[in-house]
Structure formats: C-alpha cells, structure tokens
C-alpha cells in the first residue's frame, strides 16, 4: 500500500513532442506529489509538486495533472527538448509529521533532436 | 545547485568496513533526510532527523546509523559493510519537520568491493 507504480520505464520523444509519464499509488493518506529531475551523476532536483484539491498545476512546459479519485497522477513536459532528456521519479508523501517521500522507480526521457 | 552539500563524492572500500557519509543543509533548513539510490531499490527513505531529534526512520539496517549535530549537519554511519550496501547516498534538507520540499544534495556514490 506504500508503494508508488510510476510508468513507463523508458521513453523516446521527439523534440518538440508531449513527454507523458504516469503513477499510481493506493494510500489515500497520501497528500503531496512531487515530481524530480536527475541527470546522470547528479541528485534529484524538484520539477513542480502538486496536492490532491487541485487537478492540475503547471509551471512553464510542466504541467501535472492528478487525479484523486483513480488515485494518479502524471507529468506531461510540453514542447519537449533535448536537455529534458533524463530520468524523471514521481514521489509521494503523507502528512503523518513527517513527510518521507515513497519514490516511484523512474522514468528514462530521451528526447530526440 | 541545491545547496545542499555532501562529502565525500566518491567512497570505495572493502567489505566489513566502516564508512560515514556527511551532510551539510541549506541555510535555514531544519530537517535532513537520508535516502539510498541502487539499480534494484530504486531510490530509498532511510531517516529523518529534524533540529537534532530522530523523527522517522524507513528502510533503514541495524548496521546503519545517524545523527543531526548542533549545527545541524547530518553523518550518515555505515558498518559492517556488504557489497550490496554499494549504493548512491543522497541527503535533502527541508525547513520543517514536515518538509514538503525537500532539496537534495549531489550524492555520495559507496562502492564496496
């Protein structure tokens, strides 16, 4: 019930195209949803977070769009380029006095010139 | 650059060994939390410390431990080292105890041979 299934495991994008990265957790507690970016030999950076009374939230070419009742969310990168080419972790957390992130298992973006 | 900073980048020893990792917060921030990053686990809540005090642990080994200093630097302990303890280590700092946005540090990769 912990866990966080994020898909898929890879994608291949051209420039310019919609990158669409899905999970799904099953805690109801559940009630922050960050999104991180990690390039190779670096640590995860936060992208944009979102909490479940909003559907969606955007920041520039990233947009998340929740849904509460499915229990999922997912990351869409508009206008997608070749510099977004890396590995993307959805993260979910609850508000229990601390907020120790579940992390999905990533997705590997490549973004084709 | 988070700031978030972590030392060392690289640590390589043997099995059996003992090893600590260190963690320097952003200014301001109270909380540090440790996680583990492996191929197979994917990327792993160990524990929390927040203004000195533990304040909740994950998956973390008996073999491992940590503290939080009065100047609220964090050393993550690693004993009795197995070649599966092999691992990205990533400290993120938070402001509060319920640290929604936590920003993490670039890493301490453990190679234990």
């Known amino acids: 019930q912990q866990q966080v299934k994020q898909s898929p495991q890879s994608l291949i994008v051209q420039k310019g195209g919609i990158s669409i990265i899905n999970c799904a957790y099953e805690n109801t507690a559940f009630d922050y949803f960050p999104w991180y970016q990690q390039f190779p030999g670096k640590g995860p950076a936060l992208l944009i977070a979102i909490r479940p009374d909003v559907s969606e939230k955007k920041e520039g070419r990233f947009t998340i769009s929740f849904n509460k009742s499915a229990k999922q969310f997912s990351l869409h990168i508009m206008d997608s380029q070749p510099g977004d080419s890396a590995t993307y972790f959805c993260a979910a957390s609850e508000a229990s006095g601390t907020y120790k992130y579940i992390f999905g298992t990533g997705t590997r973006l490549k973004v084709l010139a | 650059d988070s700031g978030v900073t972590q030392t060392p980048k690289h640590l390589i020893t043997a099995t059996g060994q003992r090893v600590t990792l260190r963690c320097s917060p952003r200014s301001g921030d109270l909380s540090v939390y440790w996680y583990q990053q492996s191929l197979d686990q994917g990327l792993q809540f160990l524990i929390q410390y927040y203004n000195g005090e533990e304040r909740a642990k994950g998956n973390i080994l008996e073999r491992f431990s940590a503290q939080q200093f009065p100047d609220l630097h964090s050393e993550l302990n690693l004993s009795s080292l197995e070649l599966g303890d092999s691992a990205l280590y990533f400290c993120?700092?938070?402001?509060?105890?319920?640290?929604?946005?936590?920003?993490f540090g670039p890493g301490t990769r453990l190679t234990v041979t």
């Open positions: 993120a700092s938070s402001v509060g105890a319920g640290g929604t946005e936590q920003y």
